[in-house]
């Protein structure tokens, strides 16, 4: 078997944690490696290797389509390195709720799940524009967006500023909210950041809301760094997971530490 881990940008919460899988399982006595990329190479390496029935380790996280699309499966982490299930929680700047009580029901009332989530970043992964599959989505699913608007006055103008880092789910969960609040009257703005750019904008008020906050782990640094002048939401997808995920047929490998035979 190789020995190497194909992992997606250097500085995100599941690098830091696949950095410790490593020698928490004997990995590093048998030169594994991780390999840093982003989530298109990754998903780009992973199809190669797929085609060709080659072995293949990756980062890998749920919801995200690459479930969808690829036969493959999450191992197992007996050790629990990379903790229990996440949550993807809503943060909000502190005094959002005070400034603006609608836009903050509605995230307070805002949640999906995985299959739900998976179908949207599938289409924007297909080539669809984030903004046209929002619309789609809302179109498509008129029952659920009247429970996540119950209640919510019109917006008349008044402003959102959402944040989010560009990885799939949140593009996905980003623009179907903004679209939802636009379609309410309010004016919305989306800013890409970095990780650590998003939280600390959030914490100093210059934006307003994320969707896209995975707790307590892969964001989990962030939080503890900015817990104080953020607040936490609400959860709008439970269940998220986060671990190392191989092709299905790699029927010997089910857990990291079927990687040392």
């Keep these: ?12 919460g599941i690098m830091s944690s696949t950095q410790k899988v490593i020698p928490a399982y004997g990995l590093k006595e048998q030169n594994w490696q991780l390999q840093t990329s982003s989530t298109a190479a990754m998903c780009s390496q992973l199809q190669k290797s797929i ?10 996280w749920q919801p995200h389509w690459m479930f969808k699309k690829y036969p493959i499966k999450f191992l197992k982490d007996p050790k629990n390195i990379y903790g ?25 009332q805002f949640h999906w799940n995985s299959n739900l ?36 006055p019109d917006g008349n103008g008044k402003k959102v500023r959402m944040t989010y880092v560009t990885w799939d789910d949140a593009i996905a969960s980003t623009n179907v909210t903004a679209q939802i609040l636009r379609d309410k009257g309010y004016n919305v703005t989306i800013s890409a950041m970095e990780a650590q750019p998003q939280w600390a904008s959030i914490a100093r008020g210059s934006a307003d809301v994320t969707t896209s906050a995975w707790l307590p782990t892969t964001s989990g640094p962030l939080y503890q760094k900015f817990k104080n002048q ?11 997971k986060v671990g190392l995920a191989v092709p299905k047929y790699m029927k010997n490998v089910n857990s990291i530490e079927d990687l040392k035979k």
Aim: with cysteine; glycine share 8%; proline share 5%.
């Design 1 to 12: 078997m190789h020995t190497t881990i194909t992992g997606i940008d250097a500085g995100a």
């Design 51 to 60: 085609k060709y029935k080659q072995p293949i380790v990756v980062t890998a």
């Design 84 to 108: 229990k299930a996440e949550e993807i929680k809503t943060v909000s700047r502190k005094g959002f709720e005070k400034d603006n009580p609608g836009a903050y029901k509605f995230f307070q």
């Design 117 to 152: 989530m998976g179908d949207v970043m599938y289409q924007n992964f297909k080539g669809a524009d984030p903004q046209t599959t929002a619309k789609q989505f809302i179109k498509d699913h008129p029952q659920q967006v009247a429970e996540w608007t119950k209640g919510v």
């Design 230 to 240: 953020v607040q936490v939401v609400a959860t709008n997808c439970p269940g998220a």
